[in-house]
């Protein structure tokens, strides 16, 4: 049982609102307070570089009297074991709708919040909503996501130009973010990342082949060209490591 849930039914929404972030131990319904939708960065795997960014998480929710606060929380871990928070920038309310969606902010920053690489993986949403009729529900766990270290990709397709028929030889690398010393650092080796090829006055990229990083992170494989078109690596992504794409390079087959 919530600590405030005496208070609830006491005080109303005054005891409520008083406290930013209730405490809690378990999901909880008070009235008819409900909270339908918790959607993080539009769906989409949040993404983290080398620099802070900002994240938006819209909470839905519904009750005939409106809203005094809605407010939710990012947290690392399992509810009870929390290894990591980041609060909202400010909560919305209060609001006469009785259907509200709440776009709150989170500011992260590498170093801070998230500290570091071991902090990629899933994350997961806390909310709540107090009408304003001191109604109200609270959801340990209303949304999960993933929060990502941000890759970058480099290519270089060589000679050039090419001999038709003749072997190039295609280069890159891959980064990822070092969360906790702000730069960018070699990813890891046995990544799969795909060799693509767009034919010239073709729209869309094909892959080629598969290759992997090697220790230090680079890429490196050949092909037989045998016309004009560009040249990418592509990386799907994993749940800690966000997927990227390379700048195409040219090669002009002769």
Not at 63 to 86: C, E, R, W
Not at 124 to 138: L, P, Q, R, T
Not at 163 to 187: I, S
């Amino acid at each position: 049982m919530r600590i405030y849930s005496a208070a609830v039914a006491a005080c109303g929404v005054i005891a409520l609102s008083a406290l930013a972030v209730p405490a809690a131990q378990a999901d909880e319904q008070f009235g008819d307070t409900d909270i339908t939708s918790v959607v993080v960065n539009s769906g989409a795997p949040v993404v983290v570089g080398t620099s802070a960014r900002t994240v938006t998480v819209e909470v839905t929710a519904t009750d005939p009297t409106g809203f005094d606060t809605i407010n939710a929380t990012l947290y690392h871990g399992s509810y009870a074991a929390q290894d990591a928070t980041v609060a909202s920038t400010g909560a919305c309310g209060p609001t006469t709708a009785a259907t509200s969606t709440c776009a709150l902010t989170f500011d992260l920053a590498p170093g801070t919040a998230p500290a570091d690489d071991a902090l990629a993986g899933s994350w997961s949403v806390s909310a709540f909503a107090i009408a304003s009729d001191g109604d109200a529900e609270f959801l340990d766990s209303a949304a999960t996501f993933s929060l990502r270290r941000e890759t970058r990709l480099t290519v270089d397709a060589t000679p050039e130009p090419v001999k038709w028929g003749k072997v190039l030889t295609v280069k890159g690398g891959m980064q990822n973010a070092d969360w906790a010393n702000g730069t960018n650092v070699a990813a890891e080796a046995g990544r799969p990342v795909a060799l693509q090829f767009r034919q010239k006055g073709c729209a869309t990229y094909s892959t080629v082949k598969t290759v992997k990083t090697a220790a230090d992170g680079t890429l490196s494989t050949t092909v037989r060209a045998y016309s004009d078109g560009d040249y990418r690596w592509s990386y799907a992504g994993t749940n800690t490591t966000a997927a990227a794409v390379s700048e195409g390079d040219f090669v002009d087959v002769r």
